[in-house]
């Protein structure tokens, strides 16, 4: 009994990545903007699971995403950390406090998309993401090639296969922006 009451009271603080309790994922560096919806959102988007409560704490920077299971919270943090929200890299890790064995809930809902609308449409620009999301997009498409193009070196084709995957993957990246001159293309390549 004693045993059992020292492990409750660690918690998930102490080993949780191998206390199946530990189901809750805690996202820091959040923006003050960034409210319960566009949170839920970001991490229904990862696909990792069934996501059960979602709470944020918009004056303090952080936020809690309970789901169903520990394995999927373990995901969820893997994929997560890092992610640009609204121009922010976020911190994921364990959340501190277990859930309490017996906790029923569902899932909640697929999150409504609410996607950030200008004042003024942008030609070229697509429409629905803020810059921030647009760069980091832009950023990981171009991290995607080069590691294919990496790939594709290591297995003996690097000349044609690679070359073409970040011609073909630069002129995507490009593609509505005219400001972009082709030298700053071939900058993220060299």
């Known amino acids: 009994m004693i045993q059992a009451e020292a492990s409750q009271e ?4 102490e080993n949780p990545e191998n206390n199946p309790d530990c189901t809750t994922v805690y996202v820091g560096n ?3 903007e960034v409210n319960r919806d566009e949170l839920h959102r970001h991490f229904f988007n990862l696909g990792v699971g069934a996501i059960e409560e979602i709470r944020v704490q ?3 920077g952080f936020g809690f995403v309970r789901y169903s299971n520990h394995g999927e919270a373990a ?3 893997q994929m997560a950390n890092g992610l640009v929200i609204r121009g922010k890299p976020i911190k994921c890790s364990w ?3 277990p859930t309490p064995p017996g906790t029923t809930s569902k899932p909640l809902p697929p999150p409504v998309a609410a996607p ?4 003024v449409a942008m030609p070229g620009v697509p429409q629905g993401f803020t810059a921030a999301e647009l760069l980091a997009y832009q950023r990981q498409l171009a991290i995607s090639q080069a590691a294919a193009g990496q790939i594709a070196g290591q297995h003996g084709l690097a000349g044609q296969v690679s070359a073409g995957l970040l011609a073909a993957g630069s002129q995507a990246l490009y593609d509505g922006y005219p ?7 071939l900058m993220y390549y060299n």
Do not use: R
């Open 10 to 13: 660690g918690g998930c603080k």
């Open 30 to 32: 959040l923006g003050h």
């Open 58 to 60: 918009q004056d303090k």
């Open 75 to 77: 995901l969820a943090i």
């Open 95 to 97: 959340g501190n406090k």
């Open 116 to 119: 950030y609308q200008p004042a």
């Open 179 to 185: 400001n972009q001159s082709s030298a700053q293309q």
